[in-house]
């Protein structure tokens, strides 16, 4: 399906009660893997201003929606979705300033921008989990989910069989396990903890 004319319902300038909550069942979406799709300055590594450059030939071929895997700063140990820092973009993709030109000249094309927001666990290289095992009476103490011994949750299923033994991992600086439902350098958010929610 080609959408030549895509129907105003979500974006900032348009009403609430002119929104279509359905939008997405008409919507030609792409994944754009950044890494790989366009490299504006040539140093053999897709970027944010190498997708920009891209939108016309995007919106072309029908495309009204661009679904961005995690770019945020990270160590890489899963594709980036073991997030370091949720306000810093990969430097080989580019700056916070390039994401946001990017999103608006998306918008200008009448073209949504959806990213994958990996909001269930950091990278443990995030200062946050840095703090919070140095310190867990500190303000970050309780960002993470940590436990005397590995029993809670013990019946649930361990996503990555094959290189994690338990969801929960000791930690040597904390002398305390924390929980996490994927890699075991992916600690858990403590969503429980208002602190957390807020952030």
Not at 5 to 18: G, L, M, N, R, S
Not at 33 to 53: E, Y
Not at 166 to 178: A, C, E, L
Request: aromatic content about 16%; proline content about 7%.
């Amino acid at each position: 399906m080609i959408v030549n004319e895509p129907v105003p319902d979500t974006f900032e300038d348009t009403p609430a009660k002119d929104r279509d909550p359905e939008w997405f069942k008409r919507a030609v979406f792409y994944e754009v893997l950044v890494r790989s799709f366009q490299d504006s300055n040539g140093d053999g590594v897709g970027d944010l201003k190498g997708i920009t450059a891209k939108l016309d030939y995007l919106q072309w071929l029908g495309v009204d929606c661009l679904w961005l895997p995690p770019f945020f700063k990270s160590p890489l140990r899963d594709g980036g979705y073991d997030v370091s820092d949720y306000t810093a973009v990969l430097p080989e993709f580019g700056d916070l300033a390039d994401f946001v030109e990017f999103v608006d000249a998306a918008h200008q094309r009448g073209m949504r921008v959806i990213i994958d927001f990996v909001m269930n666990h950091t990278s443990d290289q995030h200062p946050w989990f840095q703090e919070s095992r140095k310190d867990p009476d500190g303000p970050y103490g309780d960002y993470y989910m940590w436990a005397d011994d590995d029993n809670q949750y013990a019946d649930a299923r361990i996503i990555f069989v094959d290189t994690e033994v338990s969801n929960w991992t000791f930690d040597p600086v904390r002398k305390q396990y924390f929980f996490h439902r994927f890699f075991s350098h992916q600690p858990d958010l403590n969503y429980e903890n208002p602190a957390v929610q807020e952030e």
